[in-house]
């Protein structure tokens, strides 16, 4: 489910089995809009999210395999979505607006990829894929519009910059129990269980980065990147010309 942005007591969920997504007036307590797709039955919406600007344009995605898209729906007028995104090998599970380029939204899903895409004319660009690996969010940082975080179910999360081609994974964080552990027995020591299966976890991410960077940077090899818009903050804000 997701808040709308510009109108504080609208409110998108999924029901249905994740077939029908619906849209409530908290105010009045009730439903106002439900809508499906209905070129494509049987695939399941996983979640939804509100364009950062206007406020009847809707984004939602499919984690059905056999149809792994992302639906643009302007509300005025849902018996058909205004633009289908396709890039997704598999499943779709999270999508995330950049709130200074409402042009500019990333996906994850269950083939391990995040992609940026340009809403306007369906282009996409691959920023990762790890191989065996789902990618569970994706989420823009609020105020350094060229940051963005992806979350897999290795227990690990990557923070990357759209102008560095290198992501920067941070280590699994530890529970409480965890680090009282550590600190009784000394911070690092060896014989403790806790601290090798960390430190095993910890090498095996890593590894698991560094093949995704490798498969990445050879799968780029093979194809040519897509060119997208330059985003807002990068375009002058005025020109004068005599």
Not at 215 to 222: E, L, M
Request: glycine letters at 6%.
């Amino acid at each position: 489910m997701a808040w709308n942005r510009k109108v504080e007591h609208i409110l998108a969920a999924v029901a249905g089995g994740g077939h029908t997504t619906v849209v409530w007036h908290m105010r009045d307590n009730k439903p106002i809009l439900a809508f499906h797709d209905s070129k494509q039955r049987g695939h399941r919406v996983r979640s939804v999210a509100w364009h950062p600007a206007e406020s009847t344009q809707l984004l939602t995605v499919s984690d059905d395999d056999h149809h792994p898209v992302l639906l643009l729906w302007d509300l005025r007028n849902t018996y058909a979505p205004t633009r289908t995104l396709h890039g997704h090998k598999k499943g779709v599970w999270a999508a995330s607006w950049n709130a200074h380029e409402p042009a500019l939204v990333a996906s994850c899903g269950k083939d391990g990829a995040t992609l940026l895409w340009d809403v306007r004319t369906g282009a996409h660009k691959l920023v990762e894929e790890l191989p065996n690996a789902w990618n569970f969010d994706v989420q823009w940082a609020p105020r350094q519009p060229c940051v963005l975080a992806s979350a897999s179910l290795q227990n690990l999360v990557r923070v990357h910059a759209l102008h560095d081609p290198n992501p920067r994974p941070l280590a699994p964080a530890r529970t409480p129990s965890q680090s009282a552990l550590g600190s009784s027995s000394g911070g690092g020591d060896a014989n403790n269980p806790f601290e090798q299966i960390m430190a095993q976890q910890q090498a095996q991410a890593h590894a698991a980065a560094q093949q995704a960077q490798a498969a990445q940077g050879s799968a780029q090899a093979k194809q040519p990147a897509q060119a997208l818009p330059a985003p807002r903050w990068l375009k002058r804000p005025a020109a004068v010309c005599l």
